[in-house]
C-alpha cells in the first residue's frame, strides 16, 4: 500500500504546453503539500492545503495552480511550462499542523521541460 | 525568519567509519526538529526526529539530540554502511505554520 503516491512519474514536455501532476494520500492526514526539488537537491516548498483549505501559497508564478478536490488528493496544474519549471515536484502529507508531525513523502514527478 | 543551516557535502567516507553532519537551527519558539533521508530516485523519508530540547531522535544505528543551548541538532552514526549513501535533509517544523524549513541537503557517499 502506497502511502502517498503521484503520477505521472516522469513527465517530458515542451515549452508552452500545459500538464498536471496528481497526487493522493490514504494516509487519512488533513494537510497536504507541493514541493519543488532543483538539480542541487534544494527543496522549496510550493503549496500547502489543510482540510482542502489553501494555507501556504510560497511566491510561486500563477501559472501553478493547485487543486484539492478532497482532503485525499492534491494536484498540481502548470500553464505556458518553461525550461526553468525543469525539477522534480515532491507531494507530501502530514496529520496536520502541529510541528511534531512527519510529513510523508511521494516518490517524485521528474519534469523535463524542452 | 526561521531558517535551518546544514553542512555541505559531498561527504565521502569509508565502510565502518564514524559520520557526523551538522545542523544548526534559528527558530522563534518551540520547534520540532527533524533527519530525513533521500535514497537515489526516491522521495524523502523521516530517518528521526526530536521534538523538544534534550530528546535525542534515533533509528537505524543514527542519533541526533536536540540542543537548545547550541540551536543544532547535529546527526552521527558510529558505523557507516555503503548502503547509507543518501542525501540527508535537517528539517525544523513550528507550531501553527504549517510549514517546515528544509536545509540544503548534504550528500553522503559511503565507499565499500
Known amino acids: 500500500d502506497t502511502a502517498v503516491s503521484q503520477t505521472p512519474k516522469y513527465l517530458v514536455t515542451q515549452m508552452g504546453n500545459d500538464k498536471s501532476i496528481k497526487c493522493e494520500q490514504n494516509l487519512g492526514h488533513d494537510t497536504m503539500y507541493w514541493y519543488k526539488q532543483d538539480s542541487k537537491k534544494f527543496l522549496k516548498i510550493m503549496f500547502s492545503?489543510?482540510?482542502?483549505?489553501?494555507?501556504i501559497n510560497e511566491t510561486v508564478p500563477n501559472r501553478f495552480s493547485p487543486k484539492s478536490p478532497d482532503k485525499a488528493h492534491l494536484n498540481l496544474h502548470i500553464n505556458s511550462l518553461e525550461l526553468g519549471d525543469s525539477a522534480v515536484y515532491f507531494c507530501?502529507?502530514?496529520?496536520?499542523?502541529?510541528?511534531?508531525?512527519?510529513?510523508?513523502f511521494g516518490p517524485g514527478t521528474r519534469l523535463t521541460v524542452t | 525568519g526561521n531558517s535551518v543551516t546544514q553542512m555541505e557535502g559531498p561527504v565521502t567516507l569509508s565502510e565502518e567509519a564514524f559520520l557526523t553532519i551538522n545542523c544548526t537551527y534559528t527558530a522563534t519558539g518551540y520547534p520540532s526538529l527533524f533527519w530525513y533521508v533521500q535514497y537515489p530516485g526516491e522521495g524523502l523519508q523521516l530517518l528521526l526526529k526530536?521534538?523538544?530540547?534534550?530528546d535525542k531522535g534515533s533509528n537505524k544505528g543514527f542519533e541526533a539530540t536536540y540542543r537548545k543551548e547550541t540551536t543544532s541538532f547535529h546527526l552521527e552514526k558510529g558505523s557507516v554502511q555503503v548502503s547509507d549513501s543518501a542525501v540527508y535533509f535537517c528539517?525544523?517544523?513550528?507550531?501553527?505554520?504549517?510549514?517546515?524549513?528544509f536545509g540544503t541537503g548534504t550528500r553522503l557517499k559511503v565507499l565499500a
Open positions: 492545503y489543510n482540510n482542502k483549505e489553501l494555507i
Open positions: 526530536a521534538t523538544k530540547a534534550d
Open positions: 507530501a502529507s502530514s496529520q496536520g499542523d502541529s510541528p511534531g508531525y512527519e510529513q510523508y
Open positions: 528539517a525544523l517544523g513550528t507550531s501553527g505554520t504549517y510549514k517546515y524549513i
